[in-house]
């Protein structure tokens, strides 16, 4: 039994009450047999969370897990690379990975998994080796306190104008994770602003030097898949929404499509479907960007709400919108891995 200190309960609350509801908590308490039923965030903590933890029926570990499931996926972006299985396969060797991580003084992120809230820069705080849905995987996280400035006042005097910022810090949290075929993730949590995420992948990769050699990795491009889903309406009506993209050809002319709403698809109008083929047909065109909504409650009640995937940014990157939890997250993973298998 784990236990957890006041500090870290008290940060692991807070960030609960930031990330996540009342109902995924509670059903997480039923999950393991415990009193769940609550109306709000100071009932669920002060008549549920802290009495299990007293009696040992929750520890750290739980508090732990928990916190993994509600802030490690949405709200990213993904940027797709693969290693050589044969590497990938030795890193799902616990004592490999605890022997790597001691040369570098952090094997206790194995063993003990930190809980933080505005760390001053980036820190890696988790280290794990467990069995996923179909594979073992290794899973990298680390926080980043970062700093963001807000406008407070503006005033003007004569020729001269005085602007006054607030500087403030954001939590967010970054995931590498390798899967035992040799599939890579990296999952950065998408900034205030516009950003260069291929460069964050790459900060974060460097970070995992001590298990992750860079020049291992290479980029898995998606075109594939944002082809297919511009040019394959009729087998994803009924799971998929497109709702936008911006196709290119060789020659460097573009051609940009979107509907007139949100709420519509560009699958449900015929002159754009035939439009964009033609376009691509004749002009050896491709997908630059695409706006993709996945219809809720298609498999297994997967996902289970409409989630929003971007594809902009590096050959590798596309972005899910929205916070969901690991089951949603692994549909849609999972679809896109599919779509780029296409031909």
Partial sequence: MSKISAAELDIALKLLRENTSISVVSKYLRYNDLASSAGSWEALINNRIRPALKAGHLDRNDIV????????????????YKLPQHVAQQLMNEERVKAALNKYDLVALFENPKIVDLPNGQILVDVRIYKGNRQ?????????GRVYRR???RKTEGNYE??????????????????????????????????DYA???????????????????????????????????????????????KFMNRKGGGMTISTGHEQQDLYDDEGAVEGTAAYMKRNDGYCEEASIYWKPKVENSLPSTELHTFFAGAVNEFALTGQCDAADYEYVLEQIKKANRKH
């Fill in 65 to 80: 897990k928990l916190l993994r499931n509600v802030e490690e996926h949405g709200q990213q972006h993904i940027l797709l």
């Fill in 151 to 153: 406008l407070l006042s």
């Fill in 162 to 195: 005085t602007l006054v910022y607030e500087n403030y810090r954001q939590r967010a949290v970054n995931i590498m994770r390798v899967l035992e075929d040799g599939s890579v993730e990296v999952r950065i949590q998408s900034h205030r602003r516009v950003i």
């Fill in 136 to 144: 073992r995987e290794l899973v990298i996280k680390s926080v980043d």
């Fill in 199 to 245: 460069q964050e992948a790459d900060t974060l990769i460097e970070m995992c030097i001590p298990l992750v050699q860079k020049l291992q990795l290479q980029s898995v491009p998606v075109l594939t898949a944002k082809m297919y889903f511009a040019k394959k309406p009729s087998e994803l009506r009924g799971r998929v929404r497109f709702g936008n993209g």
